[in-house]
C-alpha cells in the first residue's frame, strides 16, 4: 500500500522549533521530488518547500527562507522539514508530497502522485 506518513507536528511557542518527518511506504523515494505544503484556516495551500530528485536542488517560498530547511534520508525513505524561529503565521496543516519526477514545484500541487494525510502545527504563547 502506497503511504506518506507525517509526523512531528505540535504546539510551539513562536521561536521555537519543529522538525516535521514524512516516511513513504509501498514505494521509494529516490526517484520522487518531495514537496511540502501548508494549509491555514480559511486560506488556500501553499507550497512551503521543495526538493529534486535529480540534483537534491531545493526550494522555498519566500515566507520560509533561511528559517526551514528540507532533507532526505533515502536509507530510510524518509523526508524531513526542519523548521526554526517558528512564527505565528506558519500555523496550519502541513503535507508532504510526492511526484515521480525529476523535478519540484511549489505551485503545481496536482502535479504530485501521492500526498500525506497532514500533521498540525500550532505557534502560539
Known amino acids: 500500500q502506497v503511504q506518506l506518513v507525517e509526523s512531528g507536528g505540535g504546539l510551539v511557542q513562536p521561536g521555537g522549533s519543529l522538525r516535521l518527518s514524512c516516511a513513504a511506504s509501498?514505494?521509494?523515494?529516490?526517484?520522487?521530488?518531495i514537496g511540502w505544503f501548508r494549509q491555514a484556516p480559511g486560506k488556500e495551500r501553499e507550497g512551503v518547500s521543495c526538493?529534486?530528485?535529480?540534483?537534491?536542488?531545493?526550494y522555498y517560498a519566500d515566507s520560509v527562507k533561511g528559517r526551514f530547511t528540507i532533507s532526505r534520508d533515502d536509507a530510510k525513505n524518509t523526508v524531513y522539514l526542519q523548521m526554526n524561529s517558528l512564527k505565528p503565521e506558519d500555523t496550519g496543516v502541513y503535507y508532504c508530497?510526492?511526484?515521480?519526477?525529476?523535478?519540484?514545484?511549489?505551485?503545481?500541487?496536482?502535479?504530485?502522485?501521492?500526498w500525506g494525510q497532514g500533521t498540525q502545527v500550532t505557534v502560539s504563547s
Open positions: 508530497a510526492a511526484d515521480f519526477d525529476y523535478y519540484c514545484s511549489l505551485y503545481a500541487t496536482t502535479d504530485y502522485d501521492y
Open positions: 509501498g514505494f521509494t523515494l529516490d526517484y520522487y521530488a
Open positions: 526538493m529534486s530528485s535529480s540534483d537534491g536542488s531545493t
